[in-house]
């Protein structure tokens, strides 16, 4: 099905060619001037300097071809020649009924489940407890794959963990030193390693910042800590042993988290799932001839002649023989084209400042031919800042972890719901879900509501207002539909599902839900979750507007009533759309 504008795009077009402009002349927007239009056309300005005339007899000349057409209430010319466009209410009727029959309220699907997207997101490293700065990726990824999958691709989300670095190698050589008797630390130990780790999630995140500072005053121990880096990398058994032990504790923790933000992922991979591979990657690159030695140290060259800025060449495998961060990411997209044979894009969302790797890793992936077929993509997310406009810290000046974030956030929105006198006498497991969902809304819309690229200040205090542009406003409107609904259903009214519009307060609202499909076309195409934002705030006020102005399950008219409880429904439909594709829980009731 078309969009309202589309379709409106399509008359217009259909008039500029049959003056012999081209079609896509006649692209239909939003008005600018919603006081004085519903919608605009432009074309007449830039048809101007094709067909040599002025932009107003041009727009004139459309005017009068379409001034009479079924789906036109009124057209206007206005300033050098902008067409201001009113519909007619049956086209508007038509659209909002055939959108109510709609599944996907009208949205198209842009891919198949043939194809399938790998979504790079999360990243936490396993040697320490997730931080605030886990709440962007996993936020923007989640929504994302969210995103992707509702425009119809099998879409995987890979948690991609920081598995297999010098932090591991630092907390075994911290152990070694603190327990020196353990057998994971005896070379010639052959029994079998105990099942249970030695020590507990809590001990191990004291353990990693005792031995991230022990390397930065000790060069002795920093040495160390790299060679049992590189040992645990060349299979050392009692190194793999205690390496399993930190990812049992640390998968537990890391899935604790994801679960607080209702955050799933398919692949619970990670660079360590890779490192038995590089050696055929290695070999792959070498048989290509793409693999260049600089002073011991193995180096794709990925500078290109027309390259503006510094272009470093991606580190294979180091003078010392250790591979990078850029090893394994190449190794993964090997193994994901590998294991997935029909994969079509793969975003990762990381920090920004990792835009300069991704340049690289593209670069060498289109090298070595891995993904002539596949698009890459990297969205680099700014920083969360706190009220300073600095990093975000804890009031002590430290890093607070992510899970204490949102026990804040649900504390919180506990308050704002007594405040506002919401759920108050609701069982407590009901009230203390209802709590997690406003908390969820609050920190997900807040953060995607930034264009992804821009800092932004983390503030609490008015994220979780009901009131304004937040996520808990858009979930009280959502829910206050929920119980119209129910009250419906309880006065055995039926509910509509043919709309006919008739009035001001209708109309503006029908306008506004008719924009659902552009806006997600507009979300999916260009990954911008903030556009989405933005319109199911505009579409959560003007439903509290029309809610406010119009008689609903009251309405003596039973045509306007049934029309007007369609509306709601499509709005509510709509709404879950959106707080679905933002990734937002939506309570049955508040
Ligand atoms: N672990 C990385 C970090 O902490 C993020 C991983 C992102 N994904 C990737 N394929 N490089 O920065």
């Not at 217009?12 to 060619?17: T, V």
């Not at 209410?89 to 891919?111: F, Q, V």
């Not at 693999?291 to 180091?318: C, N, T, W």
Request: charged share 25%.
């Amino acid at each position: 099905m078309l969009s309202l504008k589309e379709e409106l795009s399509n008359v217009f077009g259909d008039a500029f060619e049959s003056i012999d402009l081209p079609r896509e002349l006649g692209l239909v927007r939003l008005s600018d001037r919603p006081d004085l239009a519903q919608f605009q056309c432009n074309g007449a300005m830039a048809a101007a300097k094709v067909a040599k005339k002025a932009p107003r007899d041009i727009a004139s000349s459309i005017v009068e071809k379409l001034k009479n057409h079924t789906v036109i209430s009124n057209l206007d010319i206005a300033g050098p020649g902008f067409i201001n466009i009113h519909i007619n209410d049956r086209l508007l009727s038509k659209t909002l009924t055939h959108m109510m029959t709609d599944e996907r309220a009208g949205a198209k699907t842009y891919g198949s489940l043939d194809d399938t997207i790998v979504l790079d997101y999360g990243g936490p490293n396993a040697a320490k407890a997730m931080h605030v700065g886990h709440l962007r990726p996993t936020i923007i990824g989640d929504c994302v794959k969210r995103l992707c999958a509702f425009a119809g691709y099998n879409a995987l989300g890979d948690v991609h963990m920081g598995d297999w670095g010098l932090p591991i190698g630092q907390i075994i050589t911290y152990l070694k030193h603190e327990h020196p008797d353990w057998p994971y630390f005896d070379e010639a130990y052959s029994g079998e390693y105990p099942a249970e780790p030695p020590f507990s999630f809590t001990e191990l995140e004291t353990i990693y910042p005792a031995a991230s500072a022990k390397c930065k005053d000790n060069k002795d121990f920093l040495e160390e800590a790299r060679l049992a880096t590189a040992d645990l990398q060349n299979g050392r058994a009692g190194y793999i042993a205690m390496w399993k032990h930190i990812m049992t504790l640390s998968k537990a923790d890391m899935k604790r988290n994801f679960d607080s933000l209702d955050v799933t992922f398919d692949l619970w991979k990670g660079e360590a799932d890779v490192a038995a591979i590089i050696p055929d990657v290695e070999q792959d690159l070498k048989d290509k001839s793409i693999l260049a030695e600089s002073d011991g140290a193995h180096i794709i060259h990925v500078k290109r002649d027309d390259d503006q800025k510094e272009m470093p060449p991606l580190m294979f495998y180091k003078s010392d023989g250790a591979v990078t961060y850029g090893t394994t990411d190449l190794a993964t997209i090997y193994d994901r084209i590998k294991t997935h044979d029909n994969i079509t894009h793969i975003i990762y969302i990381t920090d920004k400042r990792q835009s300069l790797h991704f340049e690289q890793l593209f670069r060498a992936s289109g090298m070595a031919g891995y993904t002539d077929n596949i698009s890459l993509k990297h969205i680099g997310f700014g920083t969360l800042n706190g009220p300073d406009g600095k990093p975000f810290k804890t009031r002590e000046g430290g890093i607070m972890r992510l899970d204490t974030m949102v026990k804040n956030a649900r504390e919180k929105a506990q308050n704002r719901l007594s405040e506002a006198d919401l759920a108050q006498d609701f069982p407590d497991e009901e009230k203390e879900n209802i709590a997690r969902c406003v908390a969820l809304a609050s920190l997900k819309f807040a953060d995607l509501i930034n264009q992804s690229h821009v800092d932004y200040i983390f503030n609490l205090d008015q994220m979780t207002r009901f009131e304004g542009k937040t996520g808990p406003y858009l979930l009280y409107q959502a829910v206050r539909i929920q119980s119209l609904m129910r009250k419906s259903k309880d006065q055995n009214i039926s509910t509509g599902d043919t709309v006919n519009i008739s009035n001001e307060n209708d109309r503006e609202l029908g306008l506004v839900i008719t924009e659902f499909p552009d806006v997600f076309e507009q979300t999916y195409t260009n990954l911008s979750p903030h556009v989405m934002c933005e319109y199911g705030y505009k579409l959560a006020s003007s439903f509290s507007k029309f809610y406010a102005a119009c008689h609903i399950l009251s309405e003596e008219d039973e045509k306007l009533r049934n029309s007007r409880l369609a509306l709601c429904k499509l709005t509510h439909k709509i709404l879950l759309h959106i707080l679905g594709l933002l990734g937002i829980p939506v309570p049955e009731r508040m």
